[in-house]
Each structure stands twice: as structure tokens, then as C-alpha cells.
T-cell receptor
Framework: DAGVIQSPRHEVTEMGQEVTLRCKPI?????LFWYRQTMMRGLELLIY????????DSGMPEDRFSAKMPNASFSTLKIQPSEPRDSAVYFC???????????FGDGTRLSIL | EDKVVQSPLSLVVHEGDTVTLNCSYE??????LLWYKQEKKAPTFLFML????IEKKSGRLSSILDKKELFSILNITATQTGDSAIYLC?????????????FGQGTILTVHP
């Protein structure tokens, strides 16, 4: 079975540009999570969805960040405008139910110059 | 605020050694504790623990939870170079925050041949 698929794998862009990260969860999983990982702060939950509906976005750092899940097989995390401090690895994860372990994608390494 | 502290932060051993990784936590309305292994990319799931005193085992890896003292340990026996990775501990609260994993900073394990 295919795991969680994220794209792009790497993104380098200049500050002020819009960045869109994409995620395809494991088929049949009802929960989707977006995380950010940095050396300073470790792995932090940004937002999660249940059946395409955002449940908790309290980890989203500020209004420049937004996430959508238009259907069960696709989600985006958008940063507009991007800043150098947004540089990090962004992971998407999904789980069958909220009781089950989360399975992570390979991440998008984002560098904002 | 939920909190997870892992120790040691890094560990260097030789093949064949046995290691014990520690995870202590503070969480409102504890639901479960999870261990993940992170090599170059995605964190991969190892164990989920919900009950005290019941050891979970997979090959050379095992883990146990103590809900009274609020900690868990991950043991790796007869370590191999392929065990070199970051080991992450996370806790999941119950109630309306279920699914919101809080991760520790990780233990970096290096196994030398």
C-alpha cells in the first residue's frame, strides 16, 4: 500500500513568495495532520482534520499559514507571504481513526531565502 | 500545557550494546504514549502504549509504560548500526484534544560498528 505522499520533496524560494505544500493521505484514513520540524522546536503539530474538516488549528503560527482539505485524498498547507523563519521540514501524517497511530510522509524540506 | 522530556539527548554506543531511552511526560487526561524512529526522512511508528506495566515487544525493541510515575522506556538489545536514528516519544491526550500529539525533543542514537 502507498504511504502518505508529500510534494514537493524540497522547496527553495525567496521571502515574500507564496509556498504551497501538498499531501495525499493513506486511502481510507479519516484523520490528517500537518507538522513542522525544526532543530530548535522539534516536531510541532500545526493543524489536523477529521473527514476533511479542520478540528484544531491552534498550532498554526500566524495568519500567513493556511490549510485546506478539499477532499479525502488531498490537503494543502499554504504560506503567504513566506519568511526565512518558516524554513523547516513540514510533515503530513494520517491515521485511520483518532485511536490509531499516525503514519508520516517523507516531508517537504522548505528553505526561505 | 502538555510536555514530553526525553533523555539522554544523545547516546553513542557500539554494536551489541543494550540501550535504554527514557521519556517522561505531563499531559492532561492521558490517553496514550507513542514511540517513533526517525532516520533520514519520515518518523516511523514503533509502539503505542496505553496501559501501565504491559511490555510491548518487537524483535530487539521493547517498551513499557508507568502511568503512576509518568514515564516510559524504550529498550534496544544487541544494537546494530541500522538502529542509528532519532527516537521520538509522543503523548496523546484524551477528551476533545484527542489526536493532538505532543512530541519530545528526541534522543539521537549512534551505533558504531
Amino acid at each position: 500500500d502507498a504511504g502518505v505522499i508529500q510534494s514537493p520533496r524540497h522547496e527553495v524560494t525567496e521571502m515574500g513568495q507564496e509556498v504551497t505544500l501538498r499531501c495525499k493521505p493513506i486511502s481510507g484514513h479519516d484523520y490528517l495532520f500537518w507538522y513542522r520540524q525544526t532543530m530548535m522546536r522539534g516536531l510541532e503539530l500545526l493543524i489536523y482534520f477529521n473527514n476533511n474538516v479542520p478540528i484544531d488549528d491552534s498550532g498554526m503560527p500566524e495568519d500567513r499559514f493556511s490549510a485546506k482539505m478539499p477532499n479525502a485524498s488531498f490537503s494543502t498547507l499554504k504560506i503567504q507571504p513566506s519568511e526565512p523563519r518558516d524554513s523547516a521540514v513540514y510533515f503530513c501524517a494520517s491515521s485511520l481513526t483518532v485511536n490509531q497511530p499516525q503514519h508520516f510522509g517523507d516531508g517537504t524540506r522548505l528553505s526561505i531565502l | 500545557e502538555d510536555k514530553v522530556v526525553q533523555s539522554p539527548l544523545s547516546l553513542v554506543v557500539h554494536e551489541g550494546d543494550t540501550v535504554t531511552l527514557n521519556c517522561s511526560y505531563e499531559v492532561t487526561n492521558f490517553r496514550s504514549l507513542l514511540w517513533y524512529k526517525q532516520e533520514k526522512k519520515a518518523p516511523t511508528f514503533l509502539f503505542m502504549l496505553t496501559s501501565s506495566g504491559i511490555e510491548k515487544k518487537s524483535g530487539r525493541l521493547s517498551s513499557i509504560l508507568d502511568k503512576k510515575e509518568l514515564f516510559s522506556i524504550l529498550n534496544i538489545t544487541a544494537t546494530q548500526t541500522g538502529d542509528s536514528a532519532i527516537y521520538l516519544c509522543a503523548v496523546s491526550p484524551g477528551g476533545t484534544s484527542y489526536g493532538k500529539l505532543t512530541f519530545g525533543q528526541g534522543t539521537i542514537l549512534t551505533v558504531h560498528p
